[in-house]
């Protein structure tokens, strides 16, 4: 616990004066005031998060968190368990969507297992193995992980993150990969939202009415059961996590202590940081949310939290792919910040006052 | 009028056949069938349209027209009108938005002068010059400008098009520069879809709540005046739009004829898609909606029109900004496409059934 709370510690404020500079400078470039919209919101966040005058985002860091979930024996997922496994070796081939839409942002991926059901068949210097145990338990009957689990998941995360920063990473964005996790992900989020399990759960990698019904029915019972307390984020976390969200929380927070931007990916990195924003509600600030992801649970996570999904392409495939989008809006919007002429130096006229 | 009468007959359908060819490869792909949302619609869309099994995005162009407006004298913009011409050397300069996102989307931007009020002190290769006349006539008082000129405006917009098409184009843009030419715009969209003018008028570059009164009271008028056809569209054109939205529409037409997909803009690009919609209803599938712009009459064009918009990130700016963020969305789309594994090759197991 005690990497956890030092992480905490170091998670400031966002860098008012800088942002009020950065707002002069966006004000001086050659196009109406406020007209090229979030991108100019971003630019400012970004000065505001790393406290510098020119952010930078050359190195892009997508963390890509893999783990089993007991409760995939529920029958909660239109895919079998050793799926998860399996796309750990298509993340490690470069095969899956993560790898194309990170190639196609400029972004490297760290893939980590956090408690793959198997162990993997592979090394690779592109995998760092955190198993915390081989799958969470099926929280329909008990506590998904111990409360030392959950801790030792979120520091394993602030690890992986620690690892990377020191190779340079300017800005961090969050992915998974564990089928059944949605149904995780619901369980947490009306954990500590309250919102009704119906109006939060979906049909994950596309399962049918019957399946969704007893989908609703299996996370009722498991917050029935286990009365999770959203004050105590480390109680939801343990009984109805996964740890592959443990760690996801971990690099988030780790990521805000560092001044490095966090791009959130969708409604499994939501959960995940449902768990870091409770822990400490400053991470809010260090958050980019990438997209809003089709998952309907996933609106009532940024809606609590507080921030506002830059894209909405109806994706629902995590691994980190609305993340790497994003990314390449973030890098736009630091164009423009630096990039752009002023009215000034171009001898345009400026409005009439 | 040969020219568009050419162009139009030109026009084709999308390719069902290729496009089921494309479904099934994306459902051959190692992701839950549709999880990629907009990104796989974008992938087949494009085949359907370039009736190619693997389209590129290699040969980007945005095209940026620039066009001055006689309704600037009854005080509609917060700018004045110099600016157009002085944007214009920005634009050239490689100073404005358009050109810092078109570099972070790997498109050319090709800058034409429709109609420019001073004859531009410069020469550049990045300048084609197709000026109809030194911007149009204040169209409260008379129309903006003759039929003729209309005619001339849209197969100008052609030829630049069929210039680009030479040196390979294989995605465009468009994008436009004009003082006052969202009321333009707004005049264009009130004609054609019938919604109140306060409903379609926004602040564009950002006038107070007097000038948006007075903007919206000019607009009223000159369709009193106008009583435009919304079943002519060269009329609507004529009597209340402008020489950069002219030539846009040719461009539209172009693309389409020559089977290429057509990112528009904003609001004004949207005025140019309308007419160029009303003229051949077919360009709509070669469409792809950037984003859709604050200014409140946009949402109401992409809904006449029928397409959806890629982005929403509160952008007003114009000349093509939106249009060039979308294409990196559309690469992605691609890359998606082209560069994933599928469940055969990854030997990842498929969906229970």
Redesign the interface.
């Known amino acids: 616990m005690q990497k956890i709370n030092e992480t905490i510690k170091n998670i400031g404020l966002l860098d008012a004066a800088a942002m009020e500079r950065a707002q002069e400078r966006l004000d001086s470039?050659?196009?109406?005031?406020?007209?090229?919209?979030?991108?100019e919101e971003l630019a400012k966040q970004l000065v505001g998060i790393t406290g510098k005058e020119r952010p930078e985002s050359k190195n892009k860091v997508i963390f890509t968190l893999a783990a089993d979930h007991g409760i995939a024996e529920e029958g909660v997922s239109?895919?079998?368990q050793?799926?998860t496994e399996?796309?750990v070796?298509?993340f490690l081939?470069g095969?899956?969507?993560i790898?194309?839409?990170a190639?196609?942002a400029g972004a490297r991926v760290v893939i980590v297992d956090m408690g793959v059901k198997k162990k993997l068949k592979v090394k690779s210097e592109k995998l760092k193995v955190k198993k915390i145990d081989l799958g969470t338990k099926n929280f329909l009957k008990e506590k998904a992980m111990t409360r030392e689990q959950a801790i030792r998941g979120i520091e394993a995360g602030i690890e992986v993150f620690e690892e990377e920063f020191r190779q340079g990473v300017d800005v961090a964005g969050t992915g998974e990969m564990g089928i059944a996790n949605t149904t995780s992900a619901s369980a947490i989020t009306a954990a500590f939202t309250g919102a009704k399990v119906e109006e939060i759960t979906g049909r994950?990698?596309?399962i049918d009415n019957s399946s969704l019904a007893r989908k609703v029915k299996v996370i009722e019972q498991a917050l029935k059961l286990h009365r999770p307390d959203p004050k105590d984020a480390l109680d939801v976390l343990s009984k109805v996590g996964g740890f592959e969200i443990a760690g996801l929380s971990g690099i988030i927070l780790a990521a805000a202590a560092r001044r490095i931007p966090v791009v959130v990916d969708g409604f499994i990195s939501g959960a995940a940081a449902l768990i870091a924003y409770h822990l400490e509600p400053k991470t809010k600030d260090y958050m980019i949310a990438a997209h809003c992801s089709?998952e309907k649970g996933h609106r009532i996570i940024l809606e609590h939290i507080g921030i506002k999904p830059?894209?909405?392409?109806?994706?629902?495939?995590g691994e980190g792919?609305g993340a790497a989008?994003a990314m390449?809006?973030l890098?736009?919007s630091l164009?423009?910040f630096t990039?752009?002429?002023s009215f000034k130096?171009?001898?345009?006229?400026?409005?009439?006052k």
């Open positions: 470039l050659t196009k109406p005031q406020g007209s090229l919209g979030r991108l239109a895919f079998p050793e799926v399996q796309m070796y298509n081939a095969g899956a969507g790898n194309v839409l190639r196609h994950g990698t596309g089709v830059l894209l909405d392409l109806n994706l629902r495939l792919t989008l390449t809006i890098d736009a164009k423009i990039e752009m002429a130096d171009a001898g345009v006229s400026e409005e009439k």
